[in-house]
């Protein structure tokens, strides 16, 4: 297993943490602004997430150091939070909402939808589609429940969902990639 990188080890130009090994004094740094806050576990792994886009496998150990934790509580909590990713998102990101309202309107039938429409496995937090391109997350409210089924495409907000308007965006977002590249 290749070992972690540390600050300064990253020639002039080499490629962002982001898309190689991770910067673990980096993560560790980060971990400490809350090292002292009650319940600071959670706001260091969003801060992690927020940086790096998910919870690389090797920042486990050193948020765990930094809490006093061990590996596998740490672990425990990343698997635990829908939210946290344990590996890179697609190029595209969708969620549905999963909670109650949007429930209770569709969004079962429209999760399920997603999943086939993607290719992505039929449980799990995360999973990605058959092409890789777009990662497919489950996510509870986006305030939108009043206008339920609801789900976003890379951060933008859709309401009154149905299968038919899912590929319709879907296809919109990834065809206006296409265009600029
Ligand atoms: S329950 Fe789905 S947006 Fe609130």
Do not use: K
């Not at 150990?61 to 829908?82: D, Q």
């Not at 496995?121 to 999973?127: F, L, M, P, T």
């Not at 976003?152 to 879907?170: K, N, Q, V």
Request: charged fraction near 20%.
């Amino acid at each position: 297993m290749p070992s972690p990188t540390y600050a300064g080890d990253a020639p002039r130009g080499a490629p962002h943490p982001e898309t190689t090994a991770i910067d673990v004094v980096a993560i560790r740094e980060l971990a400490a602004r809350f090292e002292h806050t009650p319940g600071g576990l959670l706001p260091a792994l969003h801060a992690v997430q927020d940086r790096y886009g998910h919870i690389p496998r090797d920042a486990v150990p050193a948020i765990a150091e930094v809490f006093n934790l061990s590996r596998a509580e740490v672990h425990g909590v990343v698997t635990y939070y829908h939210h946290f990713r344990s590996e890179p998102a697609a190029r595209h990101v969708v969620q549905v909402c999963r909670a109650e309202a949007c429930q209770s309107m569709g969004g079962n039938a429209l999760m399920a939808h997603a999943r086939l429409r993607l290719g992505c496995a039929a449980d799990g937090h995360h999973g990605r589609s058959a092409d890789g391109r777009v990662t497919l997350e489950p996510v509870f409210c986006l305030g939108l429940c009043a206008s339920s089924p609801a789900m976003s495409i890379d951060g933008e907000l859709h309401a009154r969902m149905t299968p038919a308007r899912f590929d319709a965006l879907l296809a919109e977002t990834v065809a206006a990639t296409e265009a600029v590249r």
